[in-house]
C-alpha cells in the first residue's frame, strides 16, 4: 500500500500539472478520482500501523511510517490544488503555460476507442514507449485504477490511459487509440497583463525544486543519508524565500491590471509548490533524528512505479568524462538524475552541461527495466543474490561473489 500509495500521489502531481499546461477539465477531474483511491489507502494504512504497535519499540517504528504516510498525503492535497486552478478558474497567464511547454516530459490522458490499434491488445505488444516516446503510468476502467499496469494487461474500449512522455507524441498516441485530434488549450488570459517574467520564472524554479526534493527525500530514506536528508532541508528553506519574492512579483503585477482576479493562480500554485516541499521536508525527519528505518519503506520505495538507485561512475566507463547532454541517460535508461555525489558533496538537479567523473556517485529515478542499462553505463552489472533476493552491483569484467 506504500508503494501504491506513493506512486498516485506523484501521478497526481503530474497530472495537476498537466491539467495547467493542458486547460483540460477532464484531466483535473482525474486529479480528484485519485484522491479518493490515496484517502482510502492512506486510511487502512494508518488502521494498520495502529494494529502493529504491540510494543513500544513497535509503535516507535509506527510512528516513522505514519510520517511518511502523512507526507505522501500531503503531496496528494497539493495535486489537488493544482488541478483546482483549472476547474476554478483561478487564473494563469500564458506565459506560464508557455514556459511548461519546455518540460521535457508532459502527462497526457486518452481514452481507447473500441475500433482502434489499441483495443483488445496487450500493451507489450504496443511498445508505447519505443513507437511514439509516451509510456503508460496508470489505466482506468470504470472507476478501478491499475497504477503501472504491467505488459501483460489487455486493453479495453474505454480504457482511459494516464501516459506520460515528450509531448512530440501525443499526437501519434492519440491516433493509435482512436482518438480525435487535439490540440492544447489555452487559458484565458487579461490582455491588460503586461510583465509577469520574472513572477513565471520564480514560480516554474518553484515546480521544479518541489519536485527534485521529493525525490531526493525519497532517496533519503531509501539509503537514510543524512546528507540528502540536509539537501532536501536547503531546497525547502530556497522554497519558503521564493514563495515570498513570487508574492512580491504578482502584488506588483496587480497594480498593472484591471482585473488582478486573474493573478490567483499564480498564488495557489506557488503555495502547492512550497506545501510539496513541506512534504519532502517531513518524510526526512526519520534520517535527521538519527531514528531507525522500518524496512517496509525502505522495501516499498523499491517496489514502486519508479525505483530509486544510487549507483558510482566506475573510472573509464561510458559515462567517465562525458557531459550529461552527452550521455543522454533518460533516452537510454529511462532514468533522470536527482543528484550527483562528489567528494562529500551533492549537486542537485544536474544540468546537460555538468560532467561526470570517475567516482561520482548517481542518485536517479526510473523505471526497474532501466536499471541494467544505467549500471552498464556506469561499469557495473547487475546480478541478483539468491540467498537474499536482493541486487548486487559487480564490477564490468570482475565475478560476483559466491553467493550470487
Known amino acids: 500500500m506504500l508503494s501504491e500509495a506513493k506512486d498516485t500521489s506523484e501521478l497526481m502531481v503530474d497530472l495537476g500539472y498537466a491539467a495547467l ?22 486510511h487502512e494504512m494508518r488502521a494498520i ?3 502493529a504497535g504491540r510494543s513500544p519499540r513497535d509503535a516507535d517504528e509506527m510512528a516513522g ?22 476547474t476554478h478558474r483561478l487564473g494563469i497567464p500564458n506565459a506560464l503555460v ?19 490499434a489499441m483495443a483488445h491488445r496487450r500493451l507489450s505488444d504496443l511498445e508505447l514507449p519505443t513507437e511514439v516516446g509516451m509510456r503508460v503510468v496508470a489505466l482506468r476502467r470504470g472507476k478501478e485504477w491499475s497504477i503501472d499496469p504491467d505488459g501483460d494487461e489487455v486493453l479495453l474500449p474505454n480504457d ?21 485530434e487535439w490540440r492544447a488549450g489555452m487559458l484565458e488570459e487579461d490582455t491588460a497583463i503586461t510583465d509577469l517574467d520574472r513572477a513565471v520564472d520564480v514560480l516554474v524554479e518553484m515546480k521544479n525544486i518541489s519536485e527534485v526534493a521529493v525525490g531526493l527525500a525519497y532517496s533519503a ?25 513570487l508574492e512580491v512579483w504578482v502584488l506588483r503585477s496587480a497594480a ?7 493573478l490567483r493562480g499564480l498564488l495557489h500554485l506557488g503555495q502547492a509548490a512550497e506545501e510539496i516541499g513541506d512534504a519532502a521536508q517531513a518524510m526526512v525527519w526519520l534520517v535527521e533524528m538519527g531514528e531507525e528505518i522500518h524496512p517496509v519503506l525502505a522495501y516499498a520505495f523499491g517496489e514502486s512505479d519508479e525505483i530509486i538507485v544510487r549507483v558510482p561512475v566506475a573510472p573509464g566507463s561510458p559515462l567517465d568524462g562525458k557531459t550529461l547532454a552527452e550521455a543522454n541517460l533518460e533516452l537510454e535508461t529511462g532514468f533522470y538524475l536527482l543528484a550527483i555525489r562528489r567528494g562529500g558533496r551533492y549537486l542537485y538537479r544536474p544540468r546537460g552541461r555538468a560532467r561526470l567523473e570517475g567516482g561520482d556517485a548517481l542518485i536517479a529515478a526510473g523505471p ?37
Open 49 to 51: 500501523c495502529v494494529l
Open 65 to 86: 511510517v505514519l510520517g511518511i504516510v502523512s507526507a505522501i498525503e500531503r503531496m496528494g492535497g497539493a495535486a489537488v490544488d493544482v488541478a483546482r486552478i483549472v
Open 160 to 180: 482511459v490511459l494516464i501516459t506520460r512522455g515528450p509531448g512530440g507524441g501525443i499526437v501519434e498516441l492519440r491516433d493509435l487509440a482512436g482518438a480525435p
Open 256 to 262: 498593472d491590471t484591471l482585473d488582478p482576479s486573474a
Open 21 to 42: 499546461f493542458f486547460a483540460d477539465p477532464a484531466m483535473a477531474e482525474e486529479v480528484d478520482e485519485l484522491e479518493e483511491r490515496l484517502t482510502s489507502l492512506v
Open 368 to 404: 526497474p527495466e532501466g536499471y541494467a542499462r544505467l549500471a552498464e553505463l556506469c561499469g557495473f552489472r547487475l546480478v541478483d543474490d539468491e540467498e537474499t533476493g536482493e541486487t548486487e552491483l559487480v564490477p564490468v569484467g570482475a565475478t560476483a561473489s559466491p553467493a550470487s
Open 98 to 116: 508557455a514556459d511548461l511547454a519546455d518540460a521535457e516530459e508532459v502527462s497526457h490522458r486518452v481514452r481507447v476507442r473500441a475500433d482502434s
Open 221 to 245: 530514506v531509501l539509503f537514510n543519508d543524512q546528507g540528502l536528508a540536509a539537501e532536501v532541508n536547503h531546497l525547502e528553506d530556497r522554497l519558503d524565500e521564493m514563495k515570498e519574492r
